[in-house]
């Protein structure tokens, strides 16, 4: 018989939830909010002493809290309340995320984090996938021999969710790299042989092959919408169920299948399939399980990186509008900015950098001097040297830089860079005078290609300097305004 769980279904009874905020305003707005849907018994506290009370007097099955709290912090809140219960679902809410803190809080047992200011759908939503998440780990313990907790079962589960955590979260920027990895995931985690992502398209109603595992003519491939396992498919998207099939109800797909959908928000993204047991046995309800967690973070993940993106997008937009005005000013700073962005690109490769900082170099590459917008064009266009005030005043613009990327917290690493990018080795550049390696990596890189291009290329007060210069230039100031390694990596690729 197959078993079915749809993805929208009521909860048998009203979900606790406690909400944690000493911000009066944040909190009404998340008591209002969860409120305003009858599935849920919603109690609040304004610190974390008064929210552990009232966590010891009665079970919640989730608590979301803001970190920062005068007294009892989150993190503490956060330590009392898995300390007491291990399977407490917690949310965790700040203000100031760094990467740190999050991987801190998630080490910790925080399910989730949001970043303030949040969408509120975002975190019903959160709290929807949680609550679902929960339901289904008890209705899976209920099912243990003689309806006794099972600790190895407990043990075994939470770990797995854990690897699922940590798998889907490290996830590279790529999607394409992201659906391998979660149809790599599916068959590990249900010992499965095949598995295949298919895309749904809302406009012609078909699906699109994104992945296929483990067969190279996969069922997959080749369904058609009347075939037995299009019939499947067009179900799980109809009902947004999942669903497993045991039996030879459906001879095409016997032995064993599951079938999960892919949801962004409330809309089908795609069904991901996994076919086959390896020992033969059929799926069962566990199986299903680990798949719906799988599926949930894949979508949560995919869901980020879509809104990530379109944020990225906008704020690179509004960026580039700002280098373009510098650039209608200066025509040197636009090609300036793609040079030392190609050159720097070009070290950190031959220094064997992650992709990550490559693609933080290639943004601060290209708005490294974007704080020149401030400095007055009878300074930038100069066609003389510089006077000691001039000087001073170009020499703000790193600072002024990191003030304009200040506010765009996903920009932090490199907004650093940018602030960085004239500091030099023995700690004389400016504007913080930092030396050696508490320069950021990626600035020291970018300080090379800055200067090697700012030397080759004529300026109006000056003219190009020969390359061989340029170079001995380079040399000569290893370990004094430069870092040796980045020169080094430099003249390799000379
Ligand atoms: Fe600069």
Redesign the pocket.
């Known amino acids: 018989m197959a078993i079915k769980i749809p993805a929208e279904e009521k909860y048998k009874e009203k979900k606790k939830i406690l909400v944690v905020d000493d911000y009066l305003p944040t909190r009404r707005l998340i008591v209002d909010a969860l409120d305003q849907s009858s599935q849920y018994e919603v109690n609040e506290a304004e610190n974390g002493e008064e929210a552990l009370q009232l966590f010891n007097e009665d079970n919640y099955d989730l608590v979301i809290s803001d970190i920062m709290m005068p007294g009892m912090s989150g993190m503490d809140l956060l330590n009392r309340i898995r300390e007491k219960n291990l399977f407490a679902a917690v949310i965790m809410i700040t203000g100031n995320p760094t990467v740190d803190l999050t991987v801190s809080a998630i080490k910790k047992g925080a399910v989730d984090f949001l970043t303030k200011p949040f969408d509120i759908d975002d975190l019903l939503f959160k709290v929807d996938i949680h609550l679902r998440g929960k339901s289904l780990l008890a209705a899976d313990s209920a099912d243990t021999i003689s309806g006794h907790t099972n600790l190895q079962d407990q043990s075994d589960e939470l770990s797995k969710q854990g690897y699922i955590f940590d798998s889907i979260d490290d996830s590279p920027l790529d999607n394409d790299v992201i659906f391998e990895k979660i149809a790599a995931l599916a068959l590990k985690l249900v010992d499965g042989e095949v598995c295949s992502i298919l895309l749904f398209d809302e406009q012609d109603n078909e699906f699109h092959t994104k992945v296929v595992k483990g067969e190279s003519e996969g069922i997959t491939r080749n369904y058609k919408h009347s075939s037995a396992l299009g019939m499947v498919f067009n179900e799980v998207i109809e009902r947004k169920e999942a669903v497993v099939i045991n039996s030879n109800e459906h001879p095409d797909v016997s032995p064993s299948l599951i079938c999960a959908p892919l949801m962004i928000r409330n809309s089908i993204l795609g069904i991901l399939s996994v076919r086959k047991k390896k020992n033969r046995e059929i799926f069962n309800k566990k199986d299903l399980h680990h798949i719906l967690s799988l599926t949930k973070r894949a979508s949560l993940n995919l869901e980020n990186k879509i809104l990530y993106e379109s944020i990225y997008s906008n704020i690179m937009d509004t960026l580039k509008s700002l280098i373009s005005s510098i650039q209608a000013r200066d025509h040197y700073t636009e090609a300036h900015c793609q040079r030392v962005t190609d050159i720097s690109l070009k070290i950190a490769t031959q220094m064997n950098c992650s992709t990550k900082d490559m693609e933080s170099l290639k943004i601060a590459g290209v708005l490294?001097?974007v704080g020149k917008i401030a400095v007055p064009d009878s300074i930038l266009l100069k066609p003389d040297k510089l006077t000691l005030e001039e000087f001073l005043i170009i020499k703000n613009?790193?600072t002024i830089g990191e003030n304009i990327l200040r506010p765009v917290i996903l920009l932090e690493k490199e907004r650093k860079i940018i602030q960085c990018?004239?500091e030099r080795w023995d700690g004389k550049g400016y504007p913080l005078g930092i030396a050696g390696m508490e320069i950021p990596c990626l600035a020291r890189i970018l300080a090379v290609a800055?200067s090697f291009d700012a030397m080759t290329n004529n300026r109006p007060y000056r003219p190009a300097m020969p390359l061989n210069k340029a170079i001995d230039e380079l040399v000569n100031n290893k370990n004094t305004q430069f870092d040796e390694e980045v020169v080094n990596a430099f003249l390799k690729l000379i």
Do not use: I, Q, V, Y
């Open positions: 490294h001097d613009h790193p990018h004239h800055d």
